[in-house]
């Protein structure tokens, strides 16, 4: 097996405050909160990586492809069940992603998609 090379790191540390920490990704830094809090919560900051990265995977297949994809749109949006006791670990009973784009016909879109999950 090949010798790894580090792709990323990331941090974060106590303020002193229980529900908030201080983030860090190369020289950028940014608050995150518990659910309720003032700042963006680790949720939010989780799944906004995950729509990131998708918008980011899927422009780079279909560049690769010669696909004209002019936009795209994805959100995800995480559920749980309100009658569940919620435990000290964080679980979601449905995570949804929606991918919205333009440029391209609904089975280019579909392949897109798909191609990105097997990822």
Same mark, same amino acid.
């Given at each position: #097996? =090949?010798?790894?090379?580090?792709?990323?790191?990331?941090?974060?540390?106590?303020? !002193?405050?229980?529900?908030? *920490? /201080?983030?860090?990704?190369?020289?950028?830094?940014?608050?995150?909160?518990?659910? &309720? !809090?003032?700042?963006? &919560?680790? &949720?939010?900051?989780?799944?906004? &990586?995950?729509? *990131?990265? =998708?918008? $980011? #995977?899927?422009?780079? #297949? *279909?560049?690769?492809?010669? /696909?004209?994809? $002019?936009?795209?749109?994805?959100?995800?949006?995480?559920?749980?069940?309100?009658?569940?006791?919620? !435990? *000290?670990?964080?679980?979601?009973?449905?995570?949804?992603? %929606?991918?919205? #784009?333009? !440029?391209?016909?609904?089975?280019?879109? %579909? $392949?897109?998609?798909?191609?990105?999950?097997?990822?």
């Amino acid at each position: #097996m =090949a010798e790894l090379s580090l792709a990323y790191k990331s941090r974060s540390y106590s303020t !002193g405050s229980v529900g908030r *920490a /201080i983030c860090n990704a190369r020289n950028h830094h940014w608050v995150a909160d518990d659910a &309720g !809090g003032e700042e963006v &919560g680790a &949720g939010e900051l989780f799944f906004a &990586g995950i729509a *990131a990265c =998708a918008v $980011n #995977m899927v422009e780079r #297949m *279909a560049k690769q492809d010669s /696909i004209a994809l $002019n936009w795209m749109d994805v959100s995800v949006e995480a559920y749980r069940d309100p009658e569940k006791e919620q !435990g *000290a670990v964080t679980l979601y009973d449905d995570v949804r992603v %929606h991918f919205e #784009m333009w !440029g391209v016909d609904e089975d280019e879109a %579909h $392949n897109l998609i798909e191609l990105w999950k097997s990822r």
